[in-house]
């Protein structure tokens, strides 16, 4: 197997302060055996947040969707359903940030899981060495679609709404 395909360059920051590594090595490796573990949990945590907002976001908006713009949901008022429209617009945009931001931190935990295990002697690990992605199979393309779609979606449902019959 090839390493030409996976990522193993880490951030130049180290991981603890610089100090005398032979009097305090058994101390550093305790210490960033610690750090990894937060790392990945925290890593972990993120990912599953994710997972589940990617699950719950266009699940719920299609039933709002689907009860917003079926024949059935006449007794509704129009500015209710425009209000309900907006808010599911506006939601996916926050959503969708919030999405962005935890990329963020996410790709910044791999950063610092890759510096940890560098610096504990691990050649192959959780984050070092990872597959690259290739092509459009990445995280955040899968994600931008998803929010993306529901949030034209929305917008579509708040045109449909305001337009006159």
């Not at 030409?4 to 590594?21: C, E, F, G, M, Q």
């Not at 960033?32 to 908006?61: A, E, N």
Request: net charge positive; with cysteine.
């Amino acid at each position: 197997e090839s390493r030409d395909n996976r990522h193993y360059k880490s951030t130049p920051l180290p991981t603890l302060v610089a100090i005398d590594k032979e009097t305090h090595s058994d101390q550093n490796k305790e210490t960033l055996v610690m750090l990894y573990d937060q790392v990945c949990s925290t890593w972990k945590m993120l990912v599953d947040v994710r997972f589940k907002l990617l699950g719950l976001v266009p699940s719920v908006s299609l039933a709002l969707l689907a009860t917003v713009l079926s024949n059935k949901s006449d007794a509704l008022p129009a500015s209710a359903k425009l209000l309900i429209s907006l808010l599911g617009a506006v939601a996916s945009i926050g959503i969708f940030i919030y999405d962005k931001r935890n990329s963020q931190l996410h790709d910044d935990l791999i950063s610092r899981g890759r510096k940890i295990e560098e610096e504990l002697g691990i050649d192959t690990g959780i984050f070092r060495g990872r597959l690259n992605s290739s092509g459009i199979i990445k995280h955040d393309i899968a994600t931008n679609t998803i929010y993306v779609s529901t949030m034209i979606a929305w917008i579509a449902a708040i045109i449909l709404i305001i337009m006159p019959k």
